[in-house]
């Protein structure tokens, strides 16, 4: 584990940003660092090689990133060559590991955790009430699924700031705490020494976690069920504040103001649940221990989003990238300023001017002065596989 030179992207994640450096997972393989000194040409200009990756946050020049269900701490104050520093062993939910797209992935024991897999199309003959022994796959009615491969082990100028993440983020970091979601549980870890995490406590948040959002001394947490909102009046041991539920689906979250912006989609893994659910709720959380579904609006396949101000941005996966005038939270739909199709977006993450953007297809940014006419910057394309 440690810095490489750069290579091409193949299978984004997720985005972070932390002064004029832009980090991109590659899912279960490590992070993409990019030199975004100028947005028109972004360089990608290292490797961070981390096996089971899948979120990162960074602070006071130290990155921390999940390796499985491992906490490793970095030195990024130099991002050409990042050096290991610490390895917390088992601190997330061992269980399982997540893919980017807040799949559980199997496990097995005496392998360890799922970080990638194969997929392997096997065709064969047998009878229902077969008993297939010493399967690698797992069997379900007349489906074989594909056997997973395992593994159990699963100088800058940005000073002492914290990064930004992603809607579609399950690491954040407020004050001296990051904050941490797996499944069914957020971790505390104490950042006063920042080359020594110290993990606090645990919380028990329930099943089918996705999302974690910092807003105004509170975390919005996405789950495939609903919003929860936590206290952070005590950093050290978040609080329930309140929570809205909604049908099953794949559901990050944003907030400005007095209100709450959820994606729900529909996705054919099982996680995200089967409903037929396409949309973005707009929830009103002026009243903090007791928020209310205000709007919902229809969309085609929402994934990740973002808010400036008035700004809405919504990524539409293969449907590209909407933008929204957000002044009156209830007439959203009549206020679309633009669309960009012909690109794939999974999550955005704005900056006051510059617009991140990443996809199956690769990293843009646009220049959103001009949010009915966003200008065109840069794009680090995914390489052919």
């Not at 110290?198 to 105004?216: A, K, M, N």
Request: aromatic share 10%; proline share 6%; with cysteine.
């Amino acid at each position: 584990m440690g810095s490489q030179p750069a290579k091409p992207l193949r299978n984004t994640g997720k985005i972070y940003t932390i002064g004029s450096y832009i980090l991109v997972n590659e899912a279960n393989e490590g992070i993409h660092v990019i030199d975004n000194s100028n947005p028109t040409k972004p360089q990608n200009i290292s490797f961070i090689s981390i096996p089971g990756n899948v979120d990162m946050a960074v602070r006071n020049q130290i990155l921390y990133a999940d390796a499985a269900s491992d906490l490793l701490v970095l030195d990024f104050s130099n991002p050409t060559t990042v050096k290991f520093k610490k390895h917390l062993e088992n601190v997330f939910e061992s269980t399982a590991t997540l893919s980017t797209s807040g799949a559980v992935m199997p496990t097995d024991p005496n392998k360890g955790l799922v970080i990638s897999y194969k997929e392997k199309l096997v065709t064969e003959k047998r009878k229902c009430d077969d008993v297939l022994p010493n399967r690698n796959g797992w069997v379900e009615g007349d489906m074989l699924f594909a056997t997973p491969t395992y593994n159990s082990n699963g100088k800058s100028n940005y000073g002492g700031s914290t990064g930004k993440g992603g809607s579609m983020a399950r690491f954040t970091i407020n004050g001296n705490y990051l904050y941490t979601v797996g499944s069914s549980k957020m971790d505390v870890f104490n950042l006063t020494d920042s080359n020594n995490p110290q993990q606090e406590t645990s919380v028990v948040l329930g099943g089918g976690i996705e999302t974690i959002f910092p807003y105004q001394n509170k975390l919005f947490i996405g789950s495939n069920a609903g919003m929860l909102i936590y206290s952070l009046a005590n950093p050290a041991a978040p609080t329930y504040l309140s929570s809205y539920s909604h049908l099953r689906a794949c559901d990050p979250v944003v907030v400005e103001g007095n209100y709450a912006y959820v994606t729900l989609r529909t996705n054919s893994n099982s996680w995200c649940g089967s409903s037929n659910t396409n949309q973005l709720d707009v929830v009103d959380i002026s009243n903090i221990t007791t928020p209310q579904i205000y709007k919902t609006y229809p969309m085609q396949n929402p994934h990740g989003l973002g808010i400036d101000k008035n700004l809405l941005f919504i990524c539409e996966g293969n449907y590209g990238l909407k933008v929204f005038d957000a002044t009156n939270p209830g007439y959203i739909q009549n206020n679309q300023l633009t669309h960009l199709q012909n690109l794939h977006a999974f999550d955005v993450i704005p900056l006051g001017k510059n617009l991140l953007v990443i996809g199956e297809d690769g990293f843009r940014q646009y220049d959103y002065s001009n949010p009915k006419n966003l200008k065109f910057l840069s794009k680090i394309p995914v390489a052919k596989k």
